[in-house]
Structures are given as C-alpha cells and as structure tokens.
C-alpha cells in the first residue's frame, strides 16, 4: 500500500525536510506559503521606495554609491523571492494585482518617510538588522525554494546593516546637530522596527500553523526579543539615549524587558492608513505603468521574429 | 537509423533541499531516455535524489572571452562586501 500524499508530507515535515515545488503538500501550506513569500518579496521591493528618495542625496559620493548598491540589493531580493513564490504557481501579475488592491501587505515600516539623512543610517542598521534576524531564523523554513533565496539574501544583507551602523557612528560623533538628528531617526524608526516581527504570539493569525509546518521556525516575540537584546548595547555604544524607557535589564529573564507596542498604529499602518501608504502604491504602480513600452517592445520584437521565421 | 544525437545536460540534488548541480551530459533520444540514462550513469552510488535533464541547445551560456565586459563592471565595488565597513571590536559581531 503506497502512502498518501499527506502523510508522506507529515513525515518530512516531522523530519525537518524540506518540501519540492514538484512534492504534493496540502493546498493551505500553499496558500499559507504565497502569503508570506509574496508579502516579503513586496516588502523587499517597496523597501526600495524610503531609501531611494535619498539617493541624489548623499553627503557624498562614497555614501551615495553606498546607498545605491543596497537599495539594488533590495530589487534583487525582491525578484528571488517572486520567483520562488512563482514555483508555488502563483503568477507575478497575480501578486502585483494583490499589492496594488491592497489584498496583500508588505512590512509596514515602509509606511513611513525617511526624513532625514540619519534615517538612512537607522533603516540600514535597525530595519535591516530586524529583517536579518527574521531572515537568518527562514534559512531553515521547510519550502526548499524559499529557504534557499533565503540564504543567499542573508548573504547580501551583511553590508547592508553595517553601512547604516557607520552612518550613525559618523553622526553620533559629529556635531551637536547631527548626534541630534541621529537620536531623532533612532527614535521615530525603533518601534516601527518592532513591530517588523508582527503581532504578539497570542495574537498572531496565522503564526500556530505556519509553526506546525515549519514555515516559521521561530514565533514573533521571540524573534523580536532577539533583535532588542542585540540592539541595546548597541544603541549603547552610540551614546544615543535609549528609545524606550522602559527598555531595561531583566536579570531574571536574562532578556531585556521593553515598553508596550502601541498595536493600532500598527493595525492602522498595515490597513492603509499610514504617513505614505498611498504614496507608495501610487509610485509602484507608475513604475509599472512607466515600464509598459518596453514590455510592448518586447512583443513586438517577439511577434517579428515569429513571423520572420514563419515566412 | 536516427543517431541519438541529442545532447542533455545532467543536474543532481544530491540531498533534499540542496541546489541541484550540474554533473555532466549524456546523448538521448528523448528527456524521459535521458532521465533514465542519467539515472545509469550518474547515480550509480546513489549520488541524487532528483534528477534534471535538459537539452544543451536549451542553455544559453555567456562566454568566458566575454568577461570583461560581463563582470567588469563589478571590480570596483568592494563596498558591496561586509568587509568594506570597519566597525569597533565591540560591536564587529554584527
Ligand atoms: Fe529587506
Ligand atoms: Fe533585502
Ligand atoms: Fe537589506
């Protein structure tokens, strides 16, 4: 008697295998797994939008060359990520529809406007640095195809969070103006960066499953605490003041005990309603629009050549 | 007769969830003879677990004579590299 696909799937899950485009698995891991993948790979790809207004920007060239490697970097993650979600047949107009109608989301950090040239130091070293630790705990998410985009993603973002780190040790030790702007970015971007990891475990929609698969390996809080934990001696060694006042050691927990999140403004951020929602629709879909006369000349070319080789 | 004259492409994953990686190239009438041939040659020890097979006239390669203006244009970007950033001891685990 041959197995069913179902338990053939249990079992390489119990084993920690991963899962084939080609294996059959049951159609909510899919589902499951083209929610989560296409909301990354948007977020990658709308993550371009803060940083990429402050390109032409740069106080230098160095910087300016920088910025424009990693935002590159970001477009590149985004097609890895499109393309395996693609193996689960999901089409790329069907995920560019869904973010467009708002149906699918992306991180809502992106939501919000870089203001300064420090927030480019902050998203690099906070943003990035949240994305890593997510990214680093998905190398071993049980879909073969998205956890080998992951390991090649965490591989590129090296660079990415410390040249936002070095952004800010420059401007923490600068002028009175800049440790000032510094403070400023790291402020306004610090609780947005937490709330990256997503809701708390106990509110968190479809966290119990995605663990039972193994799609996450790791819940929210606990990534979350990860990432406060490594980020407050750093925090310290700019001589930045703390973001959070309740941001303090607890002996007991071995872990640091943080202030509450404040979850409607990020239920409101995530539904539409943040500083640039809009704005950052608004400028995908012209980037798409833009982009139109190439893809008809690409038919075109295409059409030519099929009759030339029919004639 | 006709010769089996095409040639295909073999590619291994070797365990699951790895890469497959190219191993060599095999003449087949057809994929499916290719598949089984691949299976004979390349995985006698079984060496795979999956198997790819595609026609060489499918892959379209750059040339190695091309490199320079391939690849030229990444040489001088050593800032695309962790290593370009010189943080302090303390916080080098990042
Ligand atoms: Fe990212
Ligand atoms: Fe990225
Ligand atoms: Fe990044």
């Known amino acids: 008697?041959?197995?069913?696909?179902?338990?053939?799937?249990?079992?390489?899950?119990?084993?920690?295998?991963?899962?084939?485009?080609?294996?059959?698995?049951?159609?909510?891991?899919?589902?499951?797994?083209?929610r989560q993948m296409s909301q990354h790979a948007h977020s990658e790809v709308i993550g371009m939008q803060p940083e990429g207004n402050w390109i032409s920007r740069a106080p230098t060239l160095k910087r300016k060359m920088v910025l424009l490697a990693k935002v590159q970097d970001e477009g590149g993650h985004g097609l890895y990520?499109?393309?395996?979600?693609?193996?689960?047949?999901?089409?790329?107009?069907?995920?560019?529809?869904?973010?467009?109608?708002?149906?699918?989301?992306?991180?809502?950090?992106?939501?919000?406007?870089?203001?300064s040239w420090a927030d480019v130091g902050a998203i690099g070293w906070l943003v990035d640095g949240a994305a890593i630790v997510n990214?680093?705990?998905?190398?071993?998410?049980?879909?073969?195809?998205?956890?080998?985009?992951?390991?090649?993603?965490?591989?590129?973002?090296?660079?990415?969070?410390?040249?936002?780190?070095?952004?800010?040790?420059?401007?923490?030790?600068?002028?009175?103006?800049?440790?000032a702007m510094a403070q400023d970015a790291l402020n306004r971007v610090w609780w947005p960066s937490l709330m990256m990891f997503g809701p708390h475990d106990s509110d968190s929609a479809h966290s119990g499953r995605s663990m039972q698969w193994k799609i996450k390996l790791r819940t929210n809080d606990d990534l979350r605490q990860s990432f406060i934990d490594q980020t407050v001696p750093q925090i310290k060694f700019l001589g930045l003041e703390l973001p959070d006042p309740d941001l303090k050691w607890n002996e007991?927990?071995?872990?640091?005990?943080?202030?509450?999140?404040?979850?409607?403004?990020?239920k409101r951020v995530i539904s539409g309603d943040g500083p640039c929602n809009r704005?950052?629709?608004?400028?995908?879909?012209?980037?798409?629009?833009?982009?139109?006369?190439?893809?008809?000349?690409?038919?075109?070319?295409?059409?030519?050549?099929?009759?030339?080789s029919a004639a | 007769m006709k010769q089996s004259n095409d040639l295909y492409e073999v590619f291994l994953r070797s365990i699951r969830g790895v890469d497959h990686r190219h191993v060599g190239s095999l003449h087949a009438d057809t994929a499916e003879q290719a598949l089984t041939y691949a299976r004979d040659v390349y995985t006698r020890r079984s060496e795979g677990v999956s198997i790819w097979v595609v026609k060489s006239t499918d892959i379209t390669a750059s040339q190695e004579q091309d490199m320079d203006s391939f690849y030229d244009p990444m040489d001088d970007k050593p800032y695309r590299h962790a290593s370009f950033y010189v943080l302090p001891d303390e916080i080098d685990n990042m």
């Open chain 1, 1 to 34: 008697m041959s197995d069913s696909g179902q338990a053939i799937f249990d079992r390489r899950i119990e084993a920690e295998q991963k899962i084939e485009p080609k294996d059959w698995m049951p159609a909510d891991y899919r589902k499951n797994l083209i």
């Open chain 1, 81 to 115: 990520l499109y393309s395996a979600t693609e193996t689960l047949n999901a089409t790329r107009d069907e995920m560019n529809a869904a973010l467009h109608s708002g149906k699918a989301k992306y991180a809502s950090i992106f939501n919000y406007p870089a203001l």
């Open chain 1, 135 to 179: 990214q680093i705990s998905l190398q071993g998410t049980s879909y073969g195809p998205y956890s080998r985009a992951m390991i090649r993603i965490c591989k590129e973002e090296s660079f990415h969070q410390r040249q936002g780190y070095e952004i800010m040790i420059a401007l923490a030790n600068g002028t009175p103006m800049q440790k």
């Open chain 1, 252 to 266: 007991e927990r071995g872990h640091y005990d943080f202030g509450d999140i404040d979850w409607d403004e990020f």
């Open chain 1, 279 to 308: 704005d950052r629709i608004r400028h995908h879909k012209k980037a798409h629009d833009d982009g139109q006369w190439v893809r008809d000349a690409l038919e075109a070319y295409h059409q030519k050549k099929a009759s030339a």
